[in-house]
């Protein structure tokens, strides 16, 4: 995969979480750190978007907290 070096500026409280991450061996570097959290941002836009294409428009939100239920997901206000 092609690789391009981009300058971002991130709350210092997330940088030390990715640095900490790095520390602890869960990630390989920062950067590898923040492109996993790009692609799973991607990959949940898409699959708003395909939900969206089957309901003609977004998915109720009770319908969306039934699926977070049984899927296990934690919905947080900063992740949505």
């Known amino acids: 995969m092609r690789t ?36 799973a941002r991607q990959l949940r836009d898409r699959s ?8 003609g428009g977004p998915p109720p939100p009770d319908e969306l907290a039934e699926a977070r239920r049984t899927l296990r997901l934690v919905h947080r206000a900063a992740a949505v």
């Open 4 to 39: 391009e070096r981009v300058t971002v500026s991130l709350p210092a409280e997330l940088v030390a979480e990715a640095r900490d991450a790095v520390r602890r061996g869960t990630a390989r570097s920062i950067s590898s750190y923040i492109a996993e959290a790009v692609s």
């Open 48 to 55: 708003l978007a395909a939900l969206a294409d089957l309901y």
